[in-house]
């Protein structure tokens, strides 16, 4: 059974890919040095002409890889930073997205924008720390935060395999989990699991967070009946996996490190509360309303939701249940 930290297992999940299918292909910047350490020892493996370094022009080769795409081609482009996705919004979202829509789904584009170490690392400050999924999630791309090594490798697979464009977020804070990975295998996009069973309160976490609703849901065992729901792909999201969730334990909290106005939380809240009866106001822990990170530690850390905000969203919302 192969113990696989997250970071290696989108290693394996690209190695995979590429083995399996010739026309997947890498490109970004500094990524034949594998600055970002996912992409370690592909170049040796797979040659200069399916591990390409990039210019500085995110635009430039993020179209590039849109024309690949409609040549039949498979790329997966990395992004060192989160923040890079603002300067190719446009060729994401207006391109590559709407072009099978457009063309009444004569074309595919299948691109997968991986972002490894998406959000806060530390004194990395405002313009490096975003998590700006609900950006995507808006606009109908298909969304993915794996929380897991084995969701990290199977969340990957699948969206090289999509058809269509994937933004895959990989949370810093989760890069350095390990875990046993028996049969790493695909994930089905747009089904959520849960991880921890619970009888009182659903509790909806993005991301690396699932582990800090796991660990809280641990420490309040005695007190309260805590069910973790992690979404996995938060679009197209598991509506009615959340809601068959929900429907048994009647309340509802959600925590997730991005900002708070029009952020994916809220949008969880406000599709829940359509379609379930709760016996208590529903909450949500994230970021402050247009957040930006600062350099401090101490200050980073203020601004990111943690675990004593997640237990007394958990408790209050008990107790007004």
Excluded at 200 to 222: K, N, P
Aim: net charge negative; charged share 20%.
């Amino acid at each position: 059974m192969p113990r696989l930290s997250y970071r290696r297992a989108l290693t394996r999940a690209l190695a995979d890919e590429m083995t399996r299918d010739e026309s997947v292909f890498l490109l970004g910047e500094d990524i034949r040095v594998a600055a970002a350490n996912v992409t370690s020892g592909l170049l040796k493996r797979f040659g200069p002409e399916r591990v390409v370094d990039t210019p500085l022009s995110e635009q430039a080769f993020t179209s590039f890889a849109t024309g690949a795409a409609l040549a039949g081609l498979r790329p997966v482009i990395e992004f060192q930073i989160p923040s890079l996705l603002f300067l190719v919004f446009e060729q994401i979202v207006n391109h590559a997205h709407k072009f099978p829509l457009m063309t009444g789904g004569q074309c595919a584009v299948p691109v997968t924008y991986l972002v490894p170490g998406s959000g806060s690392r530390t004194g990395w400050a405002g313009q490096h720390s975003d998590h700006p999924y609900s950006l995507f999630a808006h606009v109908g791309v298909t969304t993915v935060v794996p929380a897991t090594p084995a969701d990290a490798y199977g969340l990957l697979v699948s969206a090289i395999r999509c058809d269509d464009p994937v933004v895959v977020f990989a949370p810093a804070g989760a890069m350095d989990l390990r875990a046993d990975v028996a049969d790493p295998a695909p994930v089905p996009l747009g089904r959520g699991v849960v991880r921890r069973a619970g009888t009182d309160v659903t509790v909806v976490a993005v991301g690396h967070l699932v582990h800090d609703a796991l660990a809280v849901a641990g420490d309040l065992a005695g007190q309260v009946s805590v069910e973790v729901f992690d979404p996995r792909t938060l679009y197209p999201f598991d509506w009615d996996g959340l809601v068959e969730s929900v429907s048994r334990t009647g309340r509802l909290v959600v925590v997730d490190d991005s900002n708070r106005s029009c952020g994916i939380a809220g949008e969880i809240i406000a599709t829940v509360v359509e379609r379930v009866r709760l016996l208590a106001p529903p909450r949500r822990v994230t970021r402050p309303d247009g957040a930006v990170l600062p350099f401090a530690p101490a200050l980073d850390r203020a601004v990111q939701p943690g675990r004593d905000q997640l237990t007394a969203a958990i408790q209050l919302t008990v107790k007004d249940g």
